[in-house]
């Protein structure tokens, strides 16, 4: 069974970081583009950042640049959220999934939600004032 799990989240003073991780499973890893998003209630799925894990080319949402960066350890089929400068307003569930279809879309990575295949079920982050 295709699976991703994310893990890392938790609660954390604004100012702080986090690490969050993307463990993928049942699927050849180097194939796909690994993207993070992330989603408040009432509101529609944010991309942040993504990586195209054959070569690590990364894509970053303006929400997030010089904040969240994004890597990836293919040996053990993870990919990393690193968050820093938390603020409030980054409280949300945030999600990896995962895109084989984008070399055809003309990308490296997608920062689209409609496109991905396969979706972990999330960790909350909370990021308290």
């Known amino acids: 069974e295709v699976q991703l799990v994310e893990s890392g989240g938790g609660l954390v003073q604004a100012g702080g970081s986090l690490r969050l991780s993307c463990a993928a499973s049942g699927f050849r890893f180097d194939d796909y583009a690994i993207t993070w998003f992330r989603q408040v209630p009432g509101k529609e799925r944010e991309g942040l950042l993504c990586?195209?894990?054959?070569?690590?080319?990364?894509d970053y949402g303006d929400s997030v640049k010089g904040r969240f960066s994004i890597s990836s350890d293919n040996a053990k089929n993870t990919v990393f959220l690193q968050m820093t400068s938390l603020k409030p307003e980054d409280t949300a569930l945030y999600y990896c999934?995962?895109?084989?279809?984008?070399?055809?879309?003309?990308?490296?990575?997608?920062?689209?939600?409609?496109?991905?295949?396969?979706w972990g079920k999330g960790t909350l982050v909370t990021v308290s004032s």
């Open positions: 990586i195209d894990n054959s070569d690590g080319t990364t």
């Open positions: 999934a995962a895109d084989r279809k984008v070399v055809v879309r003309g990308l490296r990575c997608d920062l689209d939600y409609q496109y991905m295949e396969y």
